[in-house]
């Protein structure tokens, strides 16, 4: 697999910045393999993605890092450089639906995510014995809703524990509690099988019927102290008519859920989602 390193900047709109950081990778030898751009004209911002061929540099990512600056500090921008050696570590989370789960599980099999997947908790002990076919650590974390909090310190420890970069609510039926979306802010990728803002909370396919919509969605958003209300990644659909009924529903919409989760992730783990304020842009 080839080796690359991903810039990513966020900054303040003015005329010299493609050319500013062209130049300076072309100076180091560096060899630009893909290229994504875009100016927001509402609010003066620019954001930028570059796969840089690591290979094609006589300097490590730290050397690049550090060779950058300059150029961060005069565009004031807000940036990272990732090696893709450095592979993400992800916890998944899940209650008793298993689709989103076997989904990420199979693509991170078949190598369609990049990435390494060092455990599943859940507060519930039904996909043990799936998870653990795929030889990855389980952890059954019970929440007692009288008393969550001794739970959701367990969830914690465990996360800590495995290192994770990224955490991903596989349709994990409980609200984390306020510390941990902030502790693990912009790290928290949730699946919600409605296309929100519309039908947030519970149920969300029975409210839809009871509305007598046409479309059904899922969305894949980060997870923020406000329920539901986070930054969205990834979003799609399915028409549905007055002949479906609720169960007809929520069949349709565990594939989109499952697909719609599967690209956010994708997407977040190769760098491609850039958050600006409660919205994002996405170099797809």
């Given at each position: ?107 991170w099999q078949v190598g369609e995510l ?89 149920k969300p396919y029975h409210q839809a ?76």
């Amino acid at each position: 697999m080839s080796h690359f390193y991903r810039l990513v900047v966020s900054c303040p709109d003015q005329v010299g910045i493609v050319a500013q950081v062209s130049s300076f990778i072309a100076q180091q030898g560096g060899s630009i393999t893909e290229a994504s751009q875009h100016s927001d004209l509402e609010t003066g911002r620019f954001f930028m993605r570059y796969e840089i061929l690591a290979d094609s540099l006589d300097m490590s990512a730290e050397a690049l890092r550090s060779a950058f600056e300059p150029v961060a500090v005069r565009f004031d921008m807000q940036w990272s450089l990732v090696d893709t050696q450095q592979r993400r570590r992800v916890v998944l989370m899940v209650s008793r639906e298993s689709h989103c789960l076997v989904d990420l599980l199979y693509r991170w099999q078949v190598g369609e995510l990049d990435c390494d997947i060092v455990g599943v908790i859940s507060n519930h002990d039904d996909m043990r014995s799936l998870t653990e076919w795929y030889a990855i650590p389980y952890y059954h974390v019970p929440v007692n809703p009288a008393d969550k909090a001794v739970a959701f310190e367990q969830v914690q420890a465990h996360i800590d524990e495995a290192r994770a970069d990224c955490i991903v609510l596989a349709r994990y039926m409980q609200i984390l509690p306020p510390a941990l979306c902030q502790r693990y802010a912009g790290q928290v990728i949730n699946i919600h099988h409605s296309f929100l803002p519309s039908f947030a909370g519970a149920k969300p396919y029975h409210q839809a019927y009871e509305r007598g919509v046409k479309l059904i969605g899922a969305t894949c958003h980060y997870v923020t102290q406000e329920l539901d209300a986070g930054p969205i990644i990834e979003q799609d659909i399915h028409r549905v008519s007055h002949c479906h009924t609720p169960t007809d529903l929520v069949r349709f919409g565990r594939d989109v859920e499952k697909a719609v989760l599967a690209r956010g992730l994708r997407w977040h783990l190769e760098d491609r989602v850039l958050v600006h304020g409660n919205k994002t842009v996405v170099f797809s």
